[in-house]
């Protein structure tokens, strides 16, 4: 599942996110966004915070 997706079907905005994971709402927009990658430890902590909705293979883009 798509971070943006996940954190809009659970009504949190970058801020609120942010703040579970311990990154600035600017950090979280951007890897929202797609314009970051979060760092492994960031995406552990997505993962941990989503229930495992988010996970690392959300970040991987692949050529169709």
């Known amino acids: 599942m798509r971070l943006a997706d996940w954190m809009e079907a659970?009504?949190?905005n970058d801020?609120?996110?942010g703040?579970?994971?311990g990154?600035?709402?600017v950090t979280i927009s951007r890897i929202r966004r797609g314009k970051n990658k979060p760092s492994w430890p960031?995406?552990?902590k997505l993962t941990r915070v989503s229930r495992g909705k988010v996970t690392a293979d959300?970040?991987?883009r692949t050529a169709a």
């Open 10 to 12: 659970e009504g949190l």
């Open 42 to 44: 960031l995406v552990e």
């Open 15 to 17: 801020d609120a996110l």
């Open 23 to 25: 990154k600035d709402r």
């Open 58 to 60: 959300d970040f991987v």
């Open 19 to 21: 703040k579970r994971v």
